[in-house]
């Protein structure tokens, strides 16, 4: 439920399990998701990873997820949170969004760079970190829940319990470190297409997280 519902709420690759995964890292990912990390380029070139970073809502729900009924602002509103047929995600806590600022002189780097670079490495380039967070994530079955909220409008209670023990929503309770990213795949001098060719001698494609072409059978070396 949850790589599913990850990567429908953000278009990412999940990170499953969440984990430490920062911008510039570049990874291998393995068929059914399973991410390789391999180094990271501000080590491996010496160069500064700068970012734009976005500090996103207490309370993230993802197209499929519906709040309704919340009515007035005393303490101990309540609205009900419904999932649809469609994998979803609701999340309880801070996100973090981190991408990439300067690709353009990271990739020159990169490419004039004497490396033995793999054709396989994929360049993180935006991350999705959450703190203490609280996830709940549908694989696509209706489901209803109710949230609690404060006077402010802060979710403070989650009531799921009738969703978890049906099994229509998992239930992550304290969620730290990257749950979603997004790479790049960059591919040098004459491995481009003879139609392809670009001056700077590379070309850098944004991965698609639905592509089934976009993993690999095996992924070797580096970390989980």
């Known amino acids: 439920m949850y790589y599913e519902a990850v990567k429908s709420a953000f278009r990412c690759f999940p990170l ?32 500064e990873i700068e ?35 469609a994998p979803g995600l609701y999340l309880k ?10 690709l353009d002189s990271l990739f020159k780097a990169l490419s004039s760079a004497k490396l033995d670079w793999s054709f396989h490495n994929r360049i993180v380039v935006e991350t999705h970190y959450v703190e203490n967070a609280e996830l709940f994530c549908s ?13 402010s409008g802060i979710p403070v209670k989650v009531d799921a319990n009738a969703a978890i023990e049906r099994h229509q929503v998992l239930h992550m309770p304290n969620v730290t470190g990257t749950i979603a ?3 790049v795949r960059i591919v040098f001098g004459f491995a481009l ?3 392809s060719r670009d001056p700077k001698g590379y070309v850098v494609r944004e991965m698609d997280a639905s592509d089934p072409d976009e ?7 580096g970390e989980n």
């Open 181 to 183: 990213f997004s790479p």
């Open 215 to 221: 993993y690999e059978s095996e992924a070797v070396g």
């Open 93 to 102: 806590g801070i996100r973090k969004v981190r991408r990439v600022r300067n």
């Open 139 to 151: 694989g696509g079955t209706a489901a209803d829940m109710k949230a609690t909220y404060d006077a």
């Open 16 to 47: 499953d399990p969440p984990r430490n995964l920062a911008v510039g890292d570049y990874v291998r990912i393995a068929l059914g998701g399973r991410v390789h990390h391999q180094g990271n380029l501000a080590k491996l070139l010496g160069v």
């Open 193 to 195: 297409p003879a139609t």
């Open 51 to 85: 970012f734009d970073e976005h500090i996103a809502e207490i309370e993230y729900m993802s197209d499929t997820v519906l709040k309704a009924g919340m009515g007035g602002s005393a303490p101990g509103t309540e609205a009900n949170i419904s999932f649809s047929n």
